[in-house]
């Protein structure tokens, strides 16, 4: 075979900078492309034949000492012709056409994986050869060489199986790859479920491998049975693809099994959704609801995206909808054009199709389980509600589906749906529901709530700030309104006093107490209110208007700088002892600080007290047990 030599395309000059350049981050993506050629060239093999004498495999090894990594496979191999065809004449697929699409446009607008092919090889070697033998009868071995991606050298090669050799020389600035672990982990997170069996090899310097020759010498003549010939020898894709089965064909613990290896997750996912579809388009997965693991902050979820079990990329979120990746999983589209930008793919029909299959699924899965095993539903509440509430605030459709399985839990422990409660406290604050924020801190109010029978639910999440909004709005009840327990005192305050006598005397008393706590608490803004509470414990309450507190609480939430004036109402309980020692008490310190107490314990039951205003609390809880004591 003579040796010839040429240029691979017209447009390989234009494409080798551009892989360069823009994919410079990606580039371990070079490995999977080459383990999934050596992958479909097994597949394409096996259509000739099925079984053969040996393990159809793809075997990577990294040979550190001489700087070189080497993809082997046992395919279908190539001709002399083939390599012209498919290696020279096509500089990847659909080069053209990312030129146009991508020539002028920055980094960032780039999905970064792309079915780059063969060529992204570049991105890492300084030189790239490829020995390969094809299955055809009496073919000739071929060896390809390249050193930059546009010029190539073909003359005869050395093979002498059938199949295909890649050996990447690495370039200066990709010498991590020839790093075990880096390689190793590269494997692992592209290759882990690829169709075909992946191996990895670490070939040993010259002295470790003839001292593991003569370990292995002994070894034999010792046990004659085991005499493994390559001993560090790693099956990357040990772990079947589940999502792949028939959901009826699988159990409960393979399900766990998988979750736990695949998201290194050692609890139990609370439930899952298996997605298996052909028609109209082919999406295969498993979405796990994980455990909740803290009750808010932000909530990491894992969504793998697979195409055709080649890993490309952990949640991209034009494909999964946002809400989704609070959620563990993997999708496999085998579909999906991948090679686009991302602009592109949010644009795309076909995605969103996808996108809207996803969670109509999940949907689904809520609403089976809230209609056929409801107290199982109740006990995933707690851990699933933020998620569902996130998914019903960003996504109408799936709020239209689920919005009759949302539930609230009140104090007492019992969940209920909206209408649920609506019809439970009818006809006692109209279409109102009550809410505690923070239970344990806003108690006092809480149990005046729960002494007029009055539910009270938790909405404790971060999302819940936004979700009551919305569902005021659309839930589609008239008239519905949500209030925390500390937006008003209207319902546990006591009749007023029917004769005018009596309400100018309480007039009075109001602008007694006003002054008073004004000065005590040292703000002149302070409004103050005298009522008679149904609970004669609590000497006062800090109400705040529950629109502008909202409003405060977003601006908290969104990091606005500027603190919002707070509208607060001291509601000072006329039944109460204290307040009715302090509209006689003495002037002076001792009347003062009781005062500021009593201010102090109703602001802390509605939020936590701030640095300043903690030392100020202590220092005169302090000195007003030195009064006492
Ligand atoms: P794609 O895989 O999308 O076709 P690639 O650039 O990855 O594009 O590969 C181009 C072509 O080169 C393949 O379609 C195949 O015909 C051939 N090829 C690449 N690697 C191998 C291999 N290991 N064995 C056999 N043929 C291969
Ligand atoms: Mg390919």
């Known amino acids: 075979m003579a040796t010839t030599k040429g240029n691979i395309s017209i447009h390989a000059q234009n494409i080798m900078p551009i892989i360069k350049r823009w994919l410079y981050s990606d580039k371990d993506i070079f490995i999977r492309e080459l383990v999934s050629n050596g992958c479909d060239a097994i597949v394409k093999q096996k259509m000739v034949e099925p079984e053969a004498a040996e393990e159809y495999r793809v075997l990577v090894t990294l040979d550190p000492a001489a700087g070189e990594l080497h993809f082997d496979d046992n395919g279908i191999g190539m001709t002399d012709e083939e390599i012209k065809k498919y290696i020279n004449q096509v500089a990847f697929s659909g080069a053209e056409e990312f030129l146009k699409n991508y020539e002028g446009e920055n980094k960032g607008g780039i999905i970064g994986h792309f079915g780059l092919g063969f060529y992204s090889a570049f991105m890492v070697a300084e030189k790239v050869t490829i020995q390969t033998r094809s ?124 979750y736990r290896k695949v998201f290194h997750v050692y609890e139990d996912p609370l439930f899952y959704v298996h997605l298996n579809v052909d028609y109209p388009f082919n999406l295969k997965g498993i979405l796990y609801f994980p455990k909740l ?14 195409s055709g079990q080649v890993f490309v990329a952990t949640n991209i979120k034009e494909v999964i909808p946002d809400f989704l990746m609070l959620l563990k999983g993997v999708i496999d589209c085998p579909d999906l054009p991948l090679n686009v930008s991302r602009s592109f793919l949010q644009n795309d029909g076909y995605v969103k199709k996808l996108s809207a299959y ?43 589906q689920v919005k009759d399985t949302l ?52 909405l404790d999440a971060l999302i819940d700030l936004n979700f009551v909004s919305f569902i005021e709005y659309s839930a589609g009840v008239e008239g519905l309104s949500f209030a925390r327990v500390d937006a008003d005192a209207a319902t546990f305050t006591k009749e007023d006093e ?77 039944g109460n002892a204290i307040v009715q020692r302090l509209l006689t008490a003495e002037e ?42």
Request: a negative charge; hydrophobic letters at 35%.
């Open 407 to 458: 539930l609230y839990k009140t104090t007492k422990g019992a969940y209920l749906t909206l209408s649920e409660y609506l019809a439970k406290n009818e006809g006692k604050l109209g279409k109102k529901v009550v809410y505690a924020s923070d239970p344990t801190r806003q108690a006092a109010s809480i149990t005046m709530y729960e002494q007029k029978e009055i539910d009270v639910v938790v």
């Open 588 to 629: 002076g310190e001792k009347r003062d600080l009781i005062a500021a107490q009593v201010y102090d314990l109703a602001r802390m039951s509605t939020r936590p007290l701030e640095k300043e205003e903690i030392t100020a609390f202590l220092s005169r809880s302090t000195k007003l047990l030195d009064m006492l004591a």
């Open 358 to 400: 996803i969670t109509r699924k999940v949907a689904d899965k809520l609403v089976g389980m809230f209609g056929s095993e409801r107290e199982t539903y109740e006990k995933y509440w707690d851990d699933i509600h933020p998620f569902v509430k996130y998914g019903c605030v960003r996504d109408a459709k799936f709020f239209d």
């Open 135 to 258: 299955d055809q009868e009496g073919a000739t071995p071929v060896c390809w060489e390249s050193q930059d991606g546009m010029k190539y050298k073909i003359s005869e090669g050395s093979r002498t199986q059938r199949g295909t050799t890649i050996t990447l020389k690495l370039a200066e600035d990709a010498k991590e790859f020839l790093e075990e672990y880096k390689v190793r982990e590269t494997l692992n997170r592209y290759c882990g479920f690829m169709a075909q069996p992946v191996y990895f090899e670490v070939v040993k310097p010259a002295e470790e491998k003839k001292e593991a020759a003569e370990g292995e010498a002994e070894q034999t003549a010792q046990e004659t049975e085991t005499a493994p010939n390559t001993p560090e020898r790693k099956h990357i894709n040990d772990t079947p693809a589940l999502w792949l089965k028939q959901p009826k064909d699988c159990t409960d613990e393979e399900y766990k099994e998988f």
């Open 293 to 306: 693991t803290n009750d808010f902050g932000t909530r990491e979820g894992e969504i793998k995206l697979f």
């Open 498 to 574: 029917a004769d005018d006598a009596a309400k100018e005397a309480v007039k009075a008393e109001q602008e007694t107490l006003t002054a008073l706590f004004k000065a005590a608490v040292g703000n002149d803004t302070l409004t103050v209110e005298l009522k008679t509470l149904t609970d004669e414990a609590t000497p006062a309450l800090l109400v705040q208007d529950e629109q502008s507190r909202r409003f405060s609480d977003m601006n908290k939430i969104y990091g606005q700088s500027f603190k919002m004036p707070e509208h607060h109402t001291l509601v000072l309980n006329r």
